[in-house]
C-alpha cells in the first residue's frame, strides 16, 4: 500500500503541468500497489482537474479514483491528528497534506508519490517523485 498525493494525480492528468513526464514515469512503481488517499486528495485533485481541463476530465478523475483506489474519509479524528501534524510543522505543511501525513502514520506507511517538496519536511516520511 502506498499513498498517493494530489500532485502526482494532477501531474499524469494534465498533459501540460510540468511533472507530466515524471508522473507517467513513476506509473510502473504504482502497478503493483494498492493505492491510498483521503477524500481531501480527491477534492483538491477533481477541482484542480475540473479548473484546468473542463468539469467532464475531473468527473473522469473522480470515477477513476472511485474505482480504483483504497480511500479514507476524513472524520473529526483524523482532521484533528491533522491539525496535530500542522501544528508540528508549524503551519509550513497545508492541512490536507498534514492530514495525509497523519494518515500515512496511522496506516505505518512511509512512502508518499507526490511532487510537493513540503512533504521532505515531514519526519520518517519518504517522497517519491522521480
Not at 2 to 12: K, P, Y
Not at 106 to 127: M, N
Amino acid at each position: 500500500m502506498i499513498f498517493v498525493d494530489t500532485s502526482f494525480f494532477v501531474a499524469l492528468v494534465d498533459s501540460k503541468d510540468q511533472w507530466h513526464e515524471k508522473a507517467k514515469d513513476l506509473l510502473p512503481v504504482l502497478a503493483d500497489e494498492t493505492i491510498l488517499i483521503s477524500d481531501l486528495i480527491i477534492v483538491e485533485s477533481v477541482s484542480i482537474i475540473g479548473k484546468r481541463s473542463g468539469g467532464k476530465a475531473g468527473e473522469q478523475l473522480f470515477n477513476y479514483f472511485t474505482d480504483n483506489c483504497h480511500i479514507i474519509h476524513v472524520d473529526e479524528k483524523i482532521l484533528k491528528g491533522g491539525m496535530f501534524e500542522f501544528l508540528k510543522y508549524d503551519g509550513t505543511l497545508s492541512v490536507p497534506d498534514a492530514v495525509s501525513v497523519f494518515i500515512m502514520k496511522t496506516k505505518h506507511l512511509d512512502k508518499i508519490v507526490s511532487f510537493d517538496s513540503d512533504f521532505d519536511k515531514a519526519d520518517e516520511i519518504i517522497r517519491i517523485y522521480g
